[in-house]
Nanobody, 118 residues
């Protein structure tokens, strides 16, 4: 059994910062690609940032220069540092990981709410 657990969401004022964490645990052979996705009310889930096992990253244009994705491969952890937050960043943020057990499969976390409001 594999589990992804996000933490670090909350309420923040515009211009503020938050750091999200994602922990993978369970019967893991290896964690491959990981990523953060978000879903705002009434909208489809969208990719925010992804990071490969080798550390290559990709960001959606809306967050470039403000968000940074990182991972600790040894600890099966992933982070999203979010700076200069805007109200349009408000959404439920989900962690996704491709995990081999040993066959690769995509797993999702339960989501953490991020609200940017004054």
């Amino acid at each position: 059994q594999v589990q992804l657990v996000e933490s670090g969401g909350g309420l923040v004022q515009p211009g503020g910062s938050l750091r999200l964490s994602c922990a993978a645990s369970g019967n893991i052979f290896v964690v491959l690609d990981m990523g953060w996705y978000r879903q705002a009310p009434g909208k489809q889930r969208e990719m925010v940032a992804v990071i490969s096992r080798s550390g290559s990253t990709n960001y959606t244009d809306a967050v470039k220069g403000r968000f940074t994705i990182e991972r600790d491969t040894g600890q099966n952890m992933m982070y999203l540092q979010m700076n200069s937050l805007k109200p349009e960043d408000t959404a439920v943020y989900y962690c996704k990981a491709q995990i081999a057990t040993p066959h690769p499969y995509d797993y999702w976390g339960q989501g953490t709410q991020v609200t940017v409001s004054s």
